[in-house]
């Protein structure tokens, strides 16, 4: 047993030359005491320094992945040193309007910004009793989100999308219009791009300074081409500034994850690598927990001005919503919009599917003096008669539409207009919540009042009738 | 801490942790690990070594630190002051912790479970002399306005009471008496003792279970119903509402305590229960509900080996109860979670994989679990009950995976969720296809005492008409609906109606969040009448539209929301109604 026991007077020791490289995984032995999930730098022969973090410690042997990737790393001439501490990033306010790598380094030629305070990148688990149950409505000026699946200030709602379907499309959207009704909120926008092509960025970085945000966004890139291990650290750096900006700034900060799908498959690529047991189609045990981790950071606090909103976008391999990805993903947000292709085949922009589709925190957040007293039961209207919409079509292509009965030719027609005046909408078109509650009214209309079995009498007075 | 140091760390991996130098430690044991005091418990015993599940994150923890054992068994602290009380998943309060470390859950803290300030007036029911055995009632604490909490002598201690308290205030910590037991040492009793969270409570015999938990939510009740003591589970793919059920059966079910377990769930929704439960009025007592609710949260975010113990320690917490002679549900949202944890710590310690990952020793587990409910005779003489109600959440909502499979074999209630249902918005969205309750027998004659002896008649005719529409639909499904005749066709409008009427359920409206059993049983009454007399006249040769546009029908359909639960003379006014139109369509048709 080594004789000192002070950790602070051995971290910072240096060890030449490693054991093992596998990946990006490096093994170090005959070191004093690690920590579990310590930070370490790895100098390579050219005295370039890459950080990494310790996944298993033990007397013998030492293991860390390398964030930037092992590549050109040496067996006999590699330096590690163990820093004694949890990897942290310094975060302030300042780093608004910047761009970051996975690490949060500055890669946008500026210099590193003053910080304010470390933080852990992993974060604590909040204390449940601290959460503020979020009910504040956010508009975000689209009809189908608004009115069906409504985005609650503090939730978590991510898009369940597809390759080629345009969910950047919608997150800048989302981005660019939402607002709480009647304040004027500081707010900031976090991106974390993770393992995302450079167009998809710049994308985003262009929809951002043309709506004149740029300065209140703090982007964190970890791009297709850089190391898929630093996927890894990119949304949790990410959602350390989050944190940093609701708790200890008090302002609204939306989250944007993009794609999900990588960080699981970095995840993954660890695992197998570790030799772990995987579960479903190789993704490690602790894939839902992992995730959880990430998810659950966002939310409001009691006691505390600002809110973490999370929109993670992640593409569901072969648009499988039961793939490991999407599955757990569900089971951890709070709802998902659902994208469907046959939607966006048909040019029906955002191509979100009808039924799958769900905000769970939308009960609470939506009604009488938070957005329009009919909108509950409106809601609720529209998602049964779509639901039947969608029976009536599969019988239609059966028994052929003639043979359909009156009633089911009205269902038919709902459909129609529903998909393409309430759900369809432009890229740049911002509809308040009355434009989209008063276009639900238009659209239930091609329905008889005796259809509607979820609205009250005085609602279908006051709104069907007009 | 003056624990003695059992062993130092060889190796860390996440929350499973080796230790070296093992001397004397004991299988299960509870430990503390690192100067930080991280809680664990030991798994698994070697010579020399040991494995230990730590119960915080162990960021920073490094070879060669030490290992303190506490030489007892991870147990919960049992007395006065559980109620209304949100625990993570080895008993920590979570509300005194926010106290001590702000917004975020710190490592290490160390809050005691029971409070031990505040002070309980006790009123003893024995005096000394008095031979008592474990279980045995020394006095009571008046908890809060509707929970009597009876002081119990732990289980496994017997002998005669040296000496007792008068009644007075006490905190959980000062003695409250002495038992000589029959070895002739000495016990101190207390207002609260301990128990290992592992090992049931012992009672004196199962008693059958012939009294239903009356749930409020109709298609439980009247379809599925689960008998006091009984275990359900609830598979559902996510969005399938199967913490909307969950939360709704813990409002309004009668039993008189909750233990609602969050296990590996949403942080928002332990939330969500926190604000609107204190808020909410049961209907039976006219008090808080948080009044009669213990919560248990180890959200997704909290460490995983928590999570593992969370069930334990809330299956334990509710076996207190019962002794106290208490029926207790618990709700424990999500069973798959704590096998996901089971399966992750397994996996950690290089353990055999069976299916999909998990250890093969999953269906014991389960087993083990669910075996923990149950209607009792407790060891103080009182009838008391657990019943269980565990959540599942099959990967992709597809029931064939080993958790929903292997819960199956050792439960007698499946309220299976279903994707279609939830996708058109009908709540609560429990198949009425593949769910099914063993515990209808048995508890069909409460129900004919409470409802009347219709009832089972109507299910049954119900139950009847469901399977018929499930072959008529593929019917229609080929040829539309046009082609049935309208003797068919009315099986659908039947079911459509009774789907509108009786089984979706608003939980969010005042009157229809909850059904009491004698409007359930009305309610099904009413429409298989409709369905009675409807089928005769369109034998007759009365058409479907007819028969739908009688005006009684829209009464039927909004009876849920109009006939308040206090007074259901309205029913019978429908009722009548409903056989005067008939009598009238038969008329014309005679």
């Known amino acids: 047993m080594p004789e000192i026991r002070d950790r602070r007077l051995l971290a910072g020791r240096e060890y030449i030359g490693a054991d093992k490289i596998d990946g990006p995984l490096i093994f170090v032995s005959k070191t004093h005491p690690v920590g579990y999930r310590e930070l370490i730098e790895c100098v390579d022969k050219q005295g370039h320094v890459r950080l990494g973090i310790v996944l298993e410690s ?25 820093s004694g501490e949890p990897p942290t990033i310094s975060v302030s306010k300042e780093m608004l309007g910047r761009m970051f790598n996975g690490l949060g380094l500055p890669i946008d030629g500026g210099p590193p910004p003053r910080g304010d305070i470390d933080l852990d990148v992993n974060g ?224 029906i922009y955002p191509p979100v599917a009808g039924l799958p589709s769900l905000s769970r925190l939308m009960k609470d957040g939506i009604g009488e003096g938070m957005t329009r007293e009919d909108h509950p039961h409106l809601a609720s209207q529209l998602f049964a008669a779509y639901s039947y919409v969608k029976d009536v079509r599969n019988l239609a292509s059966v028994i052929g539409e003639e043979e359909l009965t009156p009633l089911d030719h009205n269902y038919l027609e709902f459909g129609k207009a529903f998909e393409q005046k309430f759900v369809s909408q432009r890229k740049d078109e911002n509809r308040t919540i009355e434009q989209t509650l008063d276009m639900g009214w238009e659209v239930l209309r091609s329905l008889p009042v005796e259809e509607l079995h979820r609205i009250t009498e005085e609602e279908i007075e006051k709104y069907y009738g007009a | 801490m003056n624990d003695r140091i059992i062993g130092r760390i060889k190796r860390v991996n996440g929350p499973v942790i080796e230790v070296m130098g093992i001397t004397d430690a004991a299988m299960f044991e509870l430990v503390r690990v690192g100067e930080e005091n991280l809680v664990g418990e030991l798994i698994k015993l070697e010579t020399d070594s040991a494995v230990v599940q730590v119960y915080e994150d162990t960021t920073g923890i490094a070879p060669y630190d030490p290992v303190y054992g506490a030489a007892m068994q991870l147990s919960v602290e049992l007395g006065p002051g559980m109620i209304g009380t949100i625990y993570d998943g080895i008993q920590r309060p979570l509300e005194a912790i926010r106290a001590t470390s702000d917004i975020y859950i710190k490592r290490g803290v160390a809050v005691p479970s029971l409070d031990r300030s505040k002070r309980w007036h006790f009123v003893p029911v024995v005096k000394p002399q008095d031979r008592l055995s474990g279980g045995a009632i020394l006095g009571t604490v008046q908890e809060t306005q509707r929970i009597v909490h009876k002081i119990l002598v732990p289980p496994g201690d017997a002998g005669v009471l040296e000496s007792i308290v008068p009644e007075g205030d006490y905190t959980v910590e000062d003695p409250i008496g002495a038992l000589k037991t029959d070895d002739g040492q000495r016990k101190e009793l207390f207002l609260m003792h301990r128990w290992p969270i592992r090992l049931q409570r012992p009672t004196r015999k199962r008693l059958p279970m012939d009294i239903p938990l009356v749930t409020g939510q109709r298609v439980i009740d009247a379809l599925f119903p689960v008998a006091k003591g009984g275990t359900v589970s609830i598979p559902g793919g996510f969005g399938t509402g199967k913490t909307m059920t969950q939360q709704a059966v813990a409002k309004w079910c009668d039993a008189d305590l909750i233990v609602y377990i969050g296990c590996g769930e949403r942080g928002n929704e332990i939330t969500d229960v926190l604000t609107e439960f204190p808020k909410l009025i049961d209907p039976r007592t006219g008090r808080s509900l948080m009044e009669r609710t213990i919560l248990i949260a180890n959200t997704s975010n909290m460490p995983v080996s928590a999570r593992e113990a969370s069930i334990y320690t809330g299956i334990t917490m509710a076996e207190y109860f019962r002794d106290q002679g208490y029926h207790v549900a618990v709700m424990a949202d999500s069973t798959s979670r704590w096998a996901e944890a089971l399966r992750e710590l397994s996996g950690r310690m290089e353990e055999m994989p069976a299916e999909e990952g998990f250890p093969a020793y999953l269906p014991t587990r389960i087993a083990e679990f669910y075996e923990r409910a149950g209607s009792m005779e407790t060891l103080g003489g009182a009838p008391g009950s657990v019943t269980i ?70 299910r049954i005719e119900i139950m009847d008409l469901l399977q018929r529409e499930v072959r008529l639909q593929q019917v229609v499904k080929l040829v539309g609906p046009d082609a049935l005749p309208d003797t068919q066709r009315f099986v659908l409008e039947v079911c459509t109606l009774f789907k509108n009427a ?89």
């Open chain 1, 58 to 82: 033990s007397t013998s042997v030492v293991v860390a992945q390398v964030f930037e990737g092992t590549t050109g790393l040496t067996l006999p001439d590699t330096r590690v040193r163990f």
């Open chain 2, 389 to 458: 109600i565990g959540a599942v959440s099959p990967p992709g909502g597809d029931f064939s995976e080993p958790v929903t499979q292997h819960t199956k074999r050792f439960i007698r209630c499946f309220w299976a969720l279903d994707r279609h249902l939830a996708n058109a918005r009908h709540y609560p969205a429990i198949s009425w296809l593949d769910s099914y309750s063993e515990y209808l027998n048995d508890v069909a004659p409460w129900w004919e005492q409470r409802a009347g002896s219709e009832w089972v008649a109507d």
């Open chain 1, 124 to 347: 604590m688990a909040i204390n449940p009793t601290s959460r503020q149950y979020p009910r504040d409505f956010i508009q975000t000026g689209i009809s189908v989100i608004d009115g069906m699946n409504t985005l609650i200030r503090g939730q978590k709602l991510p898009i369940f999308s597809g390759n080629g379907l345009p969910h950047n499309e919608l997150a800048a959207q989302i981005a660019r219009q939402a607002r709480i009704r009647g304040t004027a909120t500081e707010f900031a926008v976090v991106f974390a791009a993770m393992g995302v092509k450079h167009d998809v960025a710049q994308f985003f970085i262009r929809s951002f300074e043309e709506s004149g945000v740029l300065e209140n966004v703090a982007l964190f890139l970890s791009l297709a081409d850089d190391p898929s291990i630093e996927r890894l650290i990119t949304p949790r750096t990410a959602l350390t500034l989050a944190e940093h900006l609701a708790f200890n700034e008090d302002m609204h900060v939306l989250v944007i994850m993009t794609d999900m799908t990588n960080y699981c498959e970095s995840l993954r690529e660890i695992s197998t690598i570790r030799g772990e047991i995987p579960s479903r189609k190789g993704y490690p045990g602790y894939l839902y927990s992992d995730l959880a981790e990430l998810y659950e950071r966002s939310g409001m606090i009691k006691g505390h001005k600002g809110s973490i909103t999370s929109l993670p976008i992640l593409t569901m391999p072969n648009d499988d919503i039961s793939h490991p990805i999407p599955d757990l993903s569900g089971y951890i947000t709070e709802g998902q919009i659902v994208f469907e292709r046959e939607m966006d085949g048909r040019g």
């Open chain 2, 502 to 590: 009786f089984l979706q359920q608003n939980a969010y409206d005042k009157i229809d969040a909850f059904s009491v059993v004698e409007k359930q049983a009305k309610m099904i009454h009413i429409i298989a009448t409709y369905w009675r007399r409807g089928s005769e006249i369109i034998k007759r040769g009365a058409t479907l539209i007819e028969l739908r546009k009688v005006k009684v029908y829209q009464d039927i359909i909004k009876m849920k929301f109009s006939i308040p639960n206090d007074d259901l003379s309205g029913l019978d006014k429908i009722e009548a109604r409903l056989e005067r139109s008939m009598d009238q369509l038969e008329a014309l048709h005679a």
